[in-house]
């Protein structure tokens, strides 16, 4: 990386950092939805654990902290996207594209401020949820992994949106971007293991790349680990995938209208 990417890339991120912290209106978002989900998930559905086939062992609200911090990673990263949008519409992204030595550093820093952004949310909610009693079965190593891969859902849906941003310059294109996210969590495993969901829902959920992260970092945090490669290896080829998809988005906003 050269100096002028991370210049454009740090300023970019503090900006945007800013702008998140000093209005919480920005923020809330991202950090109420989750709060939202783990209060109504571990809380009002907490009874599931008793159901037979049931058998996590850290118990029902560690179940559900896993897919609430993936959420929370995923709609944090969206969000920090949704910042482009108003930044086209303003007029700023324009000036910048103009004024910026490296043009990728402005994808490098919106991807910085959505990890600084998601690292505030996962404290938070982390916190709250041990203060409720979920147990971790995972060691250190297990929770590093938890978090790591956390944080590259958090990339690939920063990715995701600003490819989808900068080719649709506007606010109004919120809504589609934010759907096929929306939707590949929520027809994961969500409320119970895979092997308990039946219909149609359970083929979708076996085929859904969603599936192999909730699982993995499911058994991260209980301290028995599986599929965390595979977790790793989609979540690598969705950044690899959705990086190409920001960067071909960049250079049509840098084509002249």
Known sequence: ?????????????????????????????????????????????????????????????????VFVLIQSAAFGGFFTAFAMAGDFESGFVKRLLLAAPNRIGIL????????????????????IALAAGMRVGGGAVDLVG???????????????????????????????LQTPVFLALFLAPVYVPLDLLTGWIEFVARINPATALLDAGRGLIAGAPEKVALAFGVAVALIAVLSVFALRGLRKAEAPA
């Open 108 to 127: 490098g820093g919106y991807v910085l401020a959505g990890l600084g952004r998601f690292a505030f949310t996962a404290s938070l909610v982390t916190a």
């Open 1 to 65: 990386m050269t100096r002028s990417f991370w210049a454009v890339a740090l300023a970019v991120a503090r900006r945007n950092l800013h702008a998140a912290f000093g209005n919480p209106a920005l923020l809330a978002p991202a950090v109420l939805f989750p709060l939202l989900f783990l209060a109504a998930f571990a809380g009002g559905l907490s009874r599931l654990d008793n159901i037979p086939g049931f058998d996590f062992p850290s118990g029902y609200t560690a179940f559900q902290f």
């Open 146 to 176: 938890l978090y790591g891969l956390a944080a590259l859902v958090n990339v690939t849906a920063v990715l995701f949106g600003l490819g989808g941003f900068l080719r649709m310059q506007s606010l109004q294109g919120a809504p589609a």
